[in-house]
């Protein structure tokens, strides 16, 4: 039998690379609809869907889909059903865990997914040690520092490979752009959006744009950086108690799956902004950060300068870095008063 090292070089770089993803919490208002994205993805060739429950029935339908994967469910409560989801995995998406109701946080959703996603890493540390893991689940700006300490507890942490999914933030602000400037969002560059994921901690770089800074008045430019940091509760009110964003945060999820696979294929210039280990702010006490990365066949490899910061910003700037602090050391006394 051919290795999958043996498998992919068989395969031009025009057509298909056999890569594994699991989705765990693939049931949900979000693993849905991006597990069938993920079904359409032609650089997917094995897709593992594990939930609590009916993880065997969302996938037994999307595998009627004649694309090349094949597709498994697991549900939790089989022997083994989390080990067997992830084994082999190359990349590991994580939006298990509960979303908020109008007047939540993110930080409130702490308490509940803290624990999950806790639990989740610790088995893929365990079965899949070398896959990119992509957390979704909030508060992200905690979440993936938990992720981080439970790999390094098992000796297996890879900071390259290790993601918070951000993405949505930069669509929003594409979208939101084009509404002010009456333009077309399919054409427009993406914001660069650095910091975290919840509120003030997401800091659209609106100067280093060239449409925002030049076509928009000082009031529409606190309106968009107002809109894209609490763009997520735009949804929350909307859906009044049903959740959050689902569906524009699995097309966002799909896309960073997918920019993670093209960097691993070896496609060249794969630029994201993602929540990554950072030593930008480290000197700070601030260990993750986020901001544009460069993906490549090993997870991140470069992370790229922030660029220079108006007055303005460099206020927002300092507003963020004490929020995100806090959020990440709750993230890592977590682990550590837990394990
Ligand atoms: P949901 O309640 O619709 O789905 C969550 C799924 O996780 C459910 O199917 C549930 O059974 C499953 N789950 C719970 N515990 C599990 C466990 N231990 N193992 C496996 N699966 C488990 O919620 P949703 O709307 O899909 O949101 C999921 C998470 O994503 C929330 O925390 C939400 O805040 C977050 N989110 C993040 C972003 C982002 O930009 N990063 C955007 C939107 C939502
Ligand atoms: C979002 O940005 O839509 C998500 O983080 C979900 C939320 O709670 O707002």
Redesign the pocket.
């Known amino acids: 039998m051919l290795s999958r090292i043996a498998v992919r070089r068989c395969f031009s770089s025009t057509t298909i690379n056999p890569y594994k993803v699991s989705v ?8 849905q609809p991006l597990s069938l994205l993920l079904k359409l993805n032609e650089k997917v060739t094995g897709l593992n869907l ?5 993880a065997k029935g969302v996938a037994t339908d999307l595998s009627h889909i004649p694309t090349n994967s094949t597709v498994r469910g697991f549900n ?1 409560d089989e022997p083994d059903a ?1 080990h067997n989801a992830l084994k082999d995995s190359d990349v590991v998406v994580i ?6 109701k109008p007047g939540m946080t ?1 930080d409130d ?1 702490f308490n509940v ?1 803290a624990g ?1 996603v806790h ?2 890493a610790k088995a893929t540390a365990e079965a899949a040690p070398d896959a990119c893991v992509l ?6 700006n905690s979440t993936v520092p938990i992720v981080a300490e439970v790999f390094k507890k098992a000796g297996s942490y890879n900071p390259k490979k290790l993601f ?6 930069s669509i929003r602000s594409a979208r939101f752009l084009s509404e002010l400037t009456n333009t077309d969002p399919t054409k427009n560059s993406r914001i660069s959006i650095i910091g975290g ?1 919840s509120g003030v901690t997401i800091l659209p770089l609106l100067s280093q744009d060239k449409l925002a800074s030049t076509k928009l008045t000082k009031e529409q430019k606190e309106t968009l950086i107002h809109r894209v940091q609490f763009g ?1 509760d735009e949804v929350v009110k909307a859906k009044n108690g049903a ?4 569906l524009s ?1 699995a097309q ?2 799909a896309q960073f799956t997918d920019a993670v696979l093209r960097g691993l294929s070896g496609e060249a210039n794969i630029v994201e902004p993602t929540f990554i280990e950072s030593p930008i702010f480290k000197h700070e006490g601030i260990e993750f950060f986020a901001q544009l990365v460069r993906l490549g066949p090993k997870g991140v490899e470069e992370i790229l300068p922030i660029g220079e910061l108006s007055s303005e910003e460099k206020v927002l700037l300092d507003q963020c870095k004490e929020a995100l602090k806090k959020n990440i050391n709750k993230g890592k006394d977590f682990v550590n008063a837990r394990d």
């Open positions: 765990l919490g693939a049931c949900g208002g979000i693993g594990y939930d609590l429950k009916n939790a989390l939006p298990a865990g509960v979303p908020r993110r959703l997914n999950i639990d989740l957390v979704i689940s909030n508060p992200v918070g999914v951000t993405t949505l933030d994921h997520g959740g959050s964003a689902t945060m966002a999820g």
